[in-house]
């Protein structure tokens, strides 16, 4: 069984999978060389990798032999096959990439992993550290306890989707999606580019009102859900069109009072990144 998460490294967002069969985590290679290289431009670090990894066959190095392909939640919200190592791969690897984050980038490296095995034996700290890095990121108290019992629906929203013949990740991103389209008009992809954000996750860029509806369209679609008693994808996407509905509805009666947009740009992007992005069209 594999589980995917994001880490975060400073202000770069570092998407991993667990293997527990090997106790391994394995991260995604172009987002490690983002973090290193210091690019707020994805499409760059990735023509980075591409001409690294040419250089190292040609070099004949083992690092890039021991690179894998495993599928990770690309940009458009898709599970797609991405290059990922394990923390020894990346630690050779990264020794080819001149930059001042590499000894920072290695130490932590090691640090996530002896996190895992804290989480494993005490769930909670992972909850504190969370909370801990949105504090540091300047989200406010209100925020954060949004943010948190959001995750909260969205974890029993999709413990119920594994119990119901969900299995692929791929299939949790387009149940997600149709959830996601249905209350806010705009796809996940969408409501990311709107925000000018790439790898990073769309909830912890989410506006206070953003993360309500989100949570209100994921709690009637696991509550329908139950009522249906849906198994696989067919029922299931019929309750998450029901249950985006219904928060789209309140969205509406809401904006029609208050004269103001919920879905915006709005974001918690540092200033440098911002600055990197094209202009709003």
Known sequence: MKENSLAVFENYHIRRIYDEESETWYFSVVDIIQALIQQPDYQTSRKYWNKLKERLK????????NCHQLKLMADDGKMRLTDVADPETLLRLIQSVPSPKAEP????????GYERMQDMADPVRSL????????????SEKWIQ????GQETRNKLTDYWKDHDIKEEEEYAILTNIIHQEWADVSVKKHKEMKGLKTQNLRDHMSEAELIFTALAELSTRQI?????????KENKVAGKKGGGIAKKARRELEAKTGKKIINGENFLPSAVKKSLPPKT
């Open 58 to 65: 040609k070099e004949g190095s083992q690092t890039v032999t």
């Open 105 to 112: 980038i290695k130490l932590w490296l090691a640090k996530v």
């Open 128 to 139: 504190d550290r969370a909370r801990e890095y949105w504090q540091q990121h300047g989200r």
């Open 146 to 149: 949004q943010r948190m019992m």
């Open 225 to 233: 859900a139950e009522t249906m008693k849906a198994v696989g994808m």
